[in-house]
């Protein structure tokens, strides 16, 4: 079961609303007590929501579900998005669902090749631009005027209304909402859509305090100014005209939370950090939010009590990016089929 069955009565869905799903929803909230226990909090405090775990492994699904399916209802022709990888690949596999045509626009030579071959494989007709992202995005909205596309990035208004959703799976399994949510903030839609559902399915109950990260290259936000050329590892989230700018503003202000930036170096130490102390792999974008717990944490700017809750969005799979561990010194060795080569190999690894 999706998200639109699961959540039906929260969705701008009726029963002419052609279900196009591929079970996305129901991620795992893990708890992460070793990564806690190193940050001094209290025990059984600190969780993380693996929407890695989502069927194109990454969040975007969420959204995607809704916005085709209502692209279908609306009788869509062909879809278009402007994507750095997630959402292209999550498009073009919901549209192969749906047996729509896909278009997706991307800056070429900054587009994981985990999300590139996602995309490809799916049959989305990939335009690769000599840009960023956000000019990317401005040839969508110009192609599907003229065109007659329908646009499938988090300015489509039933993206936000699917990616709230996991904020109602959080409070599910908490049985309430968390005291703090940290996560990253690229093209900003995700925080809105998180806020939004924190909203509604609490009403007057208490909300979390949303803290949102951006990559210090790539922080419009935070500066307060578009960025034109950005630049982060984290490719997700390298976008300096965020479409959601304000909805992220109205999150931060409205929680009483904060949006700020985290270096490329802590990004990565935080996706490192999960990796070897977890067990859980995401890309690195995903990891700017818990990389702006580890800074928080270690500059005392959070105060954490014991019974408090503080959940990191994980938005997407490591295998996204398979490129990226590869920046980390390995142990491996290459050995002789031999028990006398691999004994002096552990020896070698285990000094």
Known sequence: MGIIDRYREHLP????????????GGTPLVAVDRLGQKLNLPKESLYCKVEGANPTGSFKDRGMTLAISKAVEEGAKAVVCASTGNTAASAAAYAARAGLPCFVFLPKG?????????????GAKVIEVKGN??????????????FNLTIVNSTNPYRLEGQKTAAFEICSALGRAPDYQFMPVGNAGNITAYWRGYKEYLRNQQLPRMMGFQAKGAAPIVLGKPVKNP??????????????????????????????????????????????????????SSAAGV???????????????????????LTGHGLKDPDSPFRFKSKSMTVKPDMKSVEAALKRILR
């Open 13 to 24: 869905v009726t029963g002419k609303t052609p279900v196009i799903s591929l079970n996305e």
């Open 291 to 313: 990389a702006g717990l580890i800074k928080y944490a270690k500059n005392r700017r959070l105060k954490i009590e014991s019974g408090m809750k503080i959940v990191c969005i």
């Open 133 to 146: 992202f956000d000019q990317c995005l401005k040839l969508v909205r110009e192609a599907a005027v003229r």
């Open 231 to 284: 630049a982060t590892v984290a490719t997700a989230i390298r976008i300096g005209h965020p479409a959601s700018w304000k909805g992220a503003l109205a999150a931060r202000d409205e929680s009483g939370g904060a949006i700020d930036t985290v270096t490329d170096k802590e990004i990565l130490e935080a996706y490192r950090l999960l990796a070897q102390t977890e067990g859980v792999f995401c890309e690195p």
């Open 110 to 122: 900054h587009v994981a090749a985990g999300k590139l071959s996602q995309a490809v494989i799916h």
